[in-house]
């Protein structure tokens, strides 16, 4: 920017010397800025866009649809949020959005053709090295409101009842990740034993405002009230899970499909979160994964749309831990 | 004459590239501008600057939080980054000979050339389970955010208030030494006070560099929309909303956001006038 400056006004004591070049340069800046307006050009691959919940998973398919179909055009999975991806498909940028959350009013009155693709679950996530399993739905909320912050203020603080989390993938060493001592992942907080009550300062993580999974944690656990200024906000799934595995006051929340063992996933009000109490619906955190697209879009993308809701990639999607079944695909 | 032509072509294209180079300038303004007045205009400068809560879910966008977080951050980083880069400057200028002082200018500058993302790496890995561990809290922190950031800034502060020193008249230190002054009353009474607005050029540079790092801070700040109360408390900067809340804002939320580059944009500006202030200063002499 410095250099900048000193190069304006070195130029511009000679104003008239210039003219020549300021005027190449503005029918350049116009001609530029008339080009802006034109038509997208229809890509030769197709471009899916939106929630980091949802990425993962589409990588999955969009790698398989590549695999098995070698011929048809190459899907390019993007991030940048839910409402990026509602945007992005507003704006031609995508053909296909993601959201890990229902449209909101405004982006419902856009009418764009909606998948599910699936279900998610919300898996609210602590340390290995916390002794609780199980907390209310109140409590959790109070703890994101900030009404409780200290883990010895929870009312129902269950210590040693094992969660079945086997359905969950990633989660088969949940029960060895329960014994509290010799994880060695945090060398100074005192080692749990069962007798002593576990104290401490609640670290509170959560997603930023406008996140797909924050704007479902929302909906789901918080009611319409406000999540503490005092949170860690971070913008990733995997952000706030590194996080927790680190840190064994805090608590976050993720995606389901995307717990492994170095957190502890709680059961709600008793209700573990797996695959089957989703289904069910004993396990109340559970959001849709949706597509969206323009109603004009080109065949190649029906085609790998098509693709995406097929039994094929029901199996892909539910051996990762979503939800397939039961919700047809909605139009 | 073809000479002179030729001379005339290259005028032109030099003064082209010049105006592309400052349109850039130009362009940023009035587009951040353009975006985000009518936030100024829906919810009032002050209330804005003023406003304690951050909330794009329930319309209240106050960056006022985010303002002391900068002011805090920033300042963390010039305590730690000051005298570490100043103390390297007078070695490599006074003390060290100069193959060790080329040496140690050849890694500075290397310095420089990390990724803000590699930085933000190591404090997110080392630092800020240090501060967990050894100084409590979350440490997602203003600490952590300013031991990165007083890194970061290490090259500007280092290389600037290097050049400041070797500006400094050689004869004015023969002059000292020759009254038999040792080397350090020399730097201490002579060398550092002629540099002085030299070293406070470098000083504001490096803070308008710690203002605006931001992938960095994102991920070692934690990002918290409070106001903190500690060092070891999470804190978030001006840069690291926009970029944070980029992403997935609409409407006023979007314009809340280019309103808090403008905010930043201002404070930039004065910082880099002051700066050139100081140098101009510190030439006069």
């Known amino acids: ?331 | 004459m073809s000479h002179s032509r030729d001379e005339r072509r290259a005028e032109l294209v030099l003064a082209l590239v010049a105006l592309v180079s400052v349109s850039v300038l130009g362009l940023i303004t009035v587009f951040v501008f353009k975006e985000g007045l009518p936030a100024f205009r829906e919810m009032g400068l002050w209330q804005f600057i003023t406003g304690h809560r951050w909330s794009p879910s329930q319309n209240a966008f106050g960056i006022f939080p985010m303002l002391v977080g900068t002011f805090m951050v920033t300042l963390g980083a010039l305590a730690i980054g000051m005298p570490l880069g100043l103390g390297c400057a007078v070695y490599m200028s006074e003390f060290s000979g100069p193959r060790s002082a080329a040496l140690l200018k050849h890694m500075v500058e290397l310095m420089a050339g990390i990724p803000s993302v590699v930085f933000g790496f190591v404090g997110l890995t080392v630092i800020v389970p240090f501060i967990r561990t050894y100084l409590g809290g979350p440490g997602f922190s203003v600490l952590a955010s300013s031991i990165v950031l007083g890194f970061m800034i290490l090259p500007t502060m280092v290389s600037v208030s290097y050049d400041a020193l070797r500006a400094v008249p050689q004869a004015y230190r023969d002059n000292m030494l020759a009254l038999g002054a040792t080397t350090w009353q020399t730097v201490r009474m002579v060398v550092l006070p002629s540099a002085k607005s030299g070293i406070l050029a470098a000083a504001i540079l490096a803070t308008g560099r710690a203002i605006g790092e931001t992938m960095a801070v994102i991920m070692v700040a934690g990002n918290a929309t409070a106001v903190p109360e500690s060092v070891l408390d999470p804190v978030r900067t001006l840069t690291s909303n926009i970029a944070l809340e980029m992403g997935y804002s609409a409407g006023l939320h979007r314009q809340a956001l280019f309103a808090t580059g403008i905010v930043l944009f201002v404070i930039v500006t004065l910082l880099n006038l002051i700066a050139r202030a100081a140098i101009r200063g510190g030439s006069a002499k």
Not at chain 1, 232 to 243: L, V
């Open chain 1, 1 to 331: 920017m410095k250099k900048g400056f000193q190069q304006l006004t070195g130029v511009f004591p000679k104003p008239y010397r210039m003219a020549p070049a300021l005027l190449i340069y503005l029918i350049i800046m116009v001609l530029g800025m008339s080009g802006c307006s034109g038509d997208s050009q229809p890509a030769s691959s197709i471009t899916v866009a939106g929630s980091t919940s949802v990425q993962p998973f589409m990588d999955l398919l969009a790698e398989e649809y590549a695999r098995l179909y070698p011929d048809k055009p190459a899907v390019n999975v993007q991030g940048g949020g839910s409402s990026a991806g509602v945007r992005s498909v507003l704006t031609g940028a995508a053909s296909v959005g993601m959201l890990s959350r229902r449209l909101t009013s405004d982006e419902a009155a856009e009418n764009l053709n909606v998948i599910v693709m699936a279900q998610d679950a919300i898996a609210v996530i602590v340390n290995p090295q916390n002794p609780i399993t199980d907390i209310s739905l109140e409590d959790l909320c109070k703890i994101y409101t900030g009404e409780i912050t200290d883990w010895g203020q929870l009312s129902q603080v269950t210590q040693g009842t094992q969660v079945s989390t086997a359905d969950s993938p990633g989660n088969q060493d949940s029960q060895a990740t329960q014994e509290p001592a010799g994880q060695g992942s945090s060398e100074a907080e005192e080692p749990d034993n069962a007798e002593a009550p576990f104290q401490g300062r609640i670290h509170v993580i959560s997603r930023e405002e406008g996140s797909g999974t924050r704007g479902a944690f929302d909906e789901l656990v918080m009611g319409g009230q406000e999540v503490t200024p005092r949170s860690i906000f971070q913008d990733s799934n995997g952000a706030i899970r590194q996080t927790v595995a680190q840190d064994p006051m805090a608590i976050g929340y993720i995606s389901l499909g995307l717990v492994d063992d170095s957190v502890k996933p709680l059961a709600i009000s008793g209700v573990a979160p797996t695959v089957e109490n989703c289904r069910s619906g004993k396990y109340m955190l559970v959001r849709p994964f949706i597509l969206v697209f323009q109603h004009d879009v080109g065949p190649e993308v029906r085609d790998y749309l098509d693709f995406v809701t097929g039994p094929h990639s029901r199996e892909i999607l539910s051996g990762e831990g979503l939800i397939t079944d039961g919700e047809e695909a909605a139009r």
